[in-house]
């Protein structure tokens, strides 16, 4: 009506400009195909970038193995799977931090455990190992695999315990239950992911037992182990610990069976 002073709003109202615009999806299906794809140029590119590096400072260091026979080298399997490793982190860190704009650890699921947790998951991986060492043999089995060979020398057992006990559990669960648990659980659904990632590290492992099938089971179960832990904990830090513990007890009784790395011949890994 006329002489009505008009009805104002005192609530304030967004500007359009003001608005952030909606950040990157996480998880996505491009970028899960983005990271398989960048996993096998990682793998090429290590490859190429420690061969190399091993003809460049072959002369000057006096290295007497052939190129064609450094497929069967503890030392230069173990650098090339450390290059490779380094590359695939490269990678994630990258899509995360840059890509998605999250803090890494975050992103991934990392939470922090206890001192009490800690002790209760490093335990679990260690009875997890008595288990898998104690386990009867239901599948045909065989002790002379690709992974037993490895342990080549005393320096080669050394080098391949500390790769095993110090490096391989971290980097494993970052790839699978901390980078594809995420790309599955998010595209498909926790169980998807619990079963996928723990298929997927058996088939990782399976080079490395071919023809040894019941310890390609029991790998298998571990996994599935491992990524229950993660399915149901909802961090990435007990698996990490599961495998750390897992593959602590499994060197330590080689060591000891094997006299110290010092009796490899014809020694069983488990």
């Known amino acids: 009506m006329l002489g009505e002073t008009p009805e104002v709003s005192l609530v304030p109202q967004a ?6 615009p909606p950040g990157p999806k996480l998880w996505s299906w491009r970028d899960l195909i ?13 490859n190429l970038l420690v061969l190399a590096g091993y003809l460049g400072l072959q002369p000057a260091l006096g290295w007497q193995t052939p190129p064609q026979a450094l497929r069967h080298n503890t030392f230069f399997l173990l650098v090339l799977q450390v290059v490779f490793y380094g590359l695939v982190v490269g990678y994630v860190y990258l899509l995360v931090v840059a890509g998605y704009r999250q803090p890494f650890w975050a992103a991934l ?5 206890t001192t009490r947790h800690t002790l209760l998951f490093f335990l679990g991986g260690t009875l997890l190992c008595v288990v898998v060492v104690l386990a009867p043999r239901v599948l045909p089995d065989r002790e002379d695999f690709p992974l037993l060979r490895l342990f080549s020398s005393p320096p080669a057992a050394y ?7 110090f490096l391989a559990p971290f980097m494993e669960e970052l790839i699978f239950r901390g980078v594809l648990f995420r790309f599955f659980e998010n595209l498909v659904g926790i169980r998807f ?11 990782l492992h399976l080079p490395e037992y071919w023809g040894a099938w019941n310890h390609v089971l029991l ?3 571990v996994g599935v182990v491992f990524s ?15 495998h750390i513990a897992y593959n602590t007890g499994l060197m330590v009784a080689f060591f000891f069976e094997t006299h110290q790395f010092r009796a ?6 488990f």
């Open 109 to 113: 699921r990392w939470h922090k455990p």
């Open 228 to 242: 229950l832990a993660r399915g149901l904990t909802g961090s990435l830090a007990p698996s990490v610990i599961l």
């Open 219 to 221: 790998i298998s179960l």
């Open 34 to 46: 983005l990271f398989l794809a960048s996993a096998g140029l990682a793998q090429v590119a290590a």
């Open 264 to 269: 490899l011949g014809g020694a069983a890994l």
């Open 159 to 165: 080098a391949l315990a500390a790769f095993a006990v």
């Open 15 to 20: 500007s359009p400009q003001l608005v952030p």
């Open 193 to 203: 992911a619990v079963v996928s990632t723990a298929v997927l590290f058996a088939g």
